[in-house]
C-alpha cells in the first residue's frame, strides 16, 4: 500500500506529524483557501515542517485524493441534485434559474438603495441649511425679508 501524506495548503497552519483530517472535518473559515487544482495527498515522502508520512489510504479509497475519481464525483453530483429537488420541490435547472433572478432582483435593490441614499444625503443637506438658515434668522443674523 502507498503511502500518503495530508498536503497543508499555503496559510494553514501546519498540523502535528501523522495527521490526516477525520471523516466530515472541515478547515477553519478564517483559513486562506486552498489554490485552484491543489492536490490534498500526496505519495512523496514529506519534505516540509518535518511532517511524517502516514500509511493510509486516501478518503474515500481513491489513490490520489480528493481530486481523483470522477466517477464517484459524478455519481455524487447526482445524488446532490436528486436530494435538491427533493428538498426544493424543484429541478437543478429551476433553482439555478431562480438563482439567476434573484441574483437580478438584488442588483436592482443595490442600484435603488444608492438612488435613494444620493436622495436623502441631498435631503439631510438640504435640511442643514434650511436649519442654519431659520437659526441665523431667529438670532437676528439674518435680516428680515
Do not use: C, K
Not at 4 to 18: E, L, Q, S
Not at 102 to 112: G, N, T
Request: without cysteine; proline residues 15%.
Amino acid at each position: 500500500m502507498p503511502t500518503y501524506r495530508f498536503n497543508v495548503p499555503p496559510g494553514w497552519p501546519a498540523p502535528p506529524p501523522g495527521w490526516a483530517p477525520p471523516e466530515g472535518w472541515e478547515p477553519d473559515p478564517s483559513w486562506p483557501p486552498a489554490p485552484p487544482g491543489w492536490q490534498w495527498w500526496s505519495a512523496e515522502p514529506p519534505a516540509v515542517h518535518g511532517r511524517a508520512a502516514v500509511p493510509l489510504s486516501a478518503p474515500g479509497g481513491i489513490p490520489g485524493g480528493f481530486l481523483a475519481g470522477r466517477r464517484r464525483l459524478e455519481e455524487e453530483n447526482e445524488e446532490l441534485r436528486r436530494r435538491l429537488t427533493t428538498l426544493l420541490g424543484m429541478d437543478p435547472a429551476a433553482v439555478s434559474a431562480e438563482a439567476a433572478r434573484l441574483r437580478e432582483e438584488v442588483q436592482h435593490l443595490r442600484a435603488e438603495q444608492l438612488i435613494a441614499s444620493t436622495q436623502l444625503a441631498t435631503l439631510r443637506a438640504d435640511l442643514f441649511r434650511t436649519s442654519e438658515a431659520r437659526h441665523a434668522y431667529v438670532s437676528g443674523r439674518l435680516p428680515h425679508r
